[in-house]
């Protein structure tokens, strides 16, 4: 069974800032996705961030990067330059390379301070 | 990616009633899914509805609570069936347009209150 934990139920970081956010999760397989999706108020779950698992080379999307360490099974989300529209539940998922089900973290709260 | 538009976005309901959620997307896909996402919780998978045959459900999760129809490519309901106020989540639905996680798209969600 897949499993992701988000450790951090709720972060703040003021305008401009960096923040990261923890990600770990637990898999046997060896070929998956992972993925950081965001939900705002609207509850519409956008998707921040992707990464491959066979991909040593943590993926970046403008201020968002991650930094992805397989062997520690660990995916973390870090967002430079935070901006008011940020605020948002941040959640970390998991999905087999063969499969189409999410596995999805109990989510981070974040909100960003003017 | 594809646009989804959910109804109804949010009710609220007498326990031991009924409510269907339509799920309707705005081009033709294979797969959709269904989740549930309990207050404070993270979103699980209810069921994966392929059109043309019979949904596939996960565990804890039954086909007398949570029938799904998938007439065709582009809809699918979800009903919730003989309410509790447990049964007081979000439910939204996805579709895959392609594999590898990079077409995925989600719909904005139904807030449902049982009273």
């Known amino acids: 069974a897949q499993t992701v934990t988000q450790s951090q139920p709720e972060m703040s970081v003021q305008e401009a800032e960096t923040v990261t956010l923890s990600c770990t999760y637990d898999t046997s397989e060896n070929n998956y996705y992972l993925f950081w999706y965001k939900q705002p108020p609207s509850r519409q779950m956008i998707l921040v961030i992707r990464?491959?698992?066979?991909?040593?080379q943590n993926a970046t999307e403008n201020r968002f990067s991650v930094n992805f360490q397989k062997a520690a099974k660990s995916f973390s989300l870090k967002i430079s330059d935070s901006q008011l529209g940020d605020t948002a539940m941040y959640f970390c998922a998991f999905m087999k390379q063969s499969g189409n089900q999410f596995y999805f973290g109990t989510g981070t709260s974040l909100t960003v301070i003017p | 990616s594809a646009v989804i538009s959910q109804k109804p976005s949010r009710d609220i309901c007498q326990r031991g009633t009924s409510l269907t959620i339509q799920c309707q997307v705005d081009?033709?896909?294979?797969?959709m899914f269904w989740y549930r996402q309990q207050p404070g919780q993270s979103l699980t998978l209810i069921a994966t509805a392929n059109q043309g045959s019979e949904a596939t459900y996960e565990s804890g999760f039954v086909i007398d609570k949570f029938p799904i129809s998938r007439p065709n490519l582009t809809f699918s309901t979800l009903t919730v069936s003989n309410m509790s106020p447990e049964d007081s989540s979000i439910y939204l639905c996805?579709?895959?347009?392609?594999?590898?996680?990079?077409?995925?798209?989600f719909g904005s969600g139904t807030r449902l209150t049982v009273v």
């Open positions: 996805s579709v895959e347009i392609a594999r590898g996680g990079y077409g995925y798209t």
């Open positions: 990464q491959e698992a066979y991909k040593q």
């Open positions: 081009s033709q896909v294979t797969m």
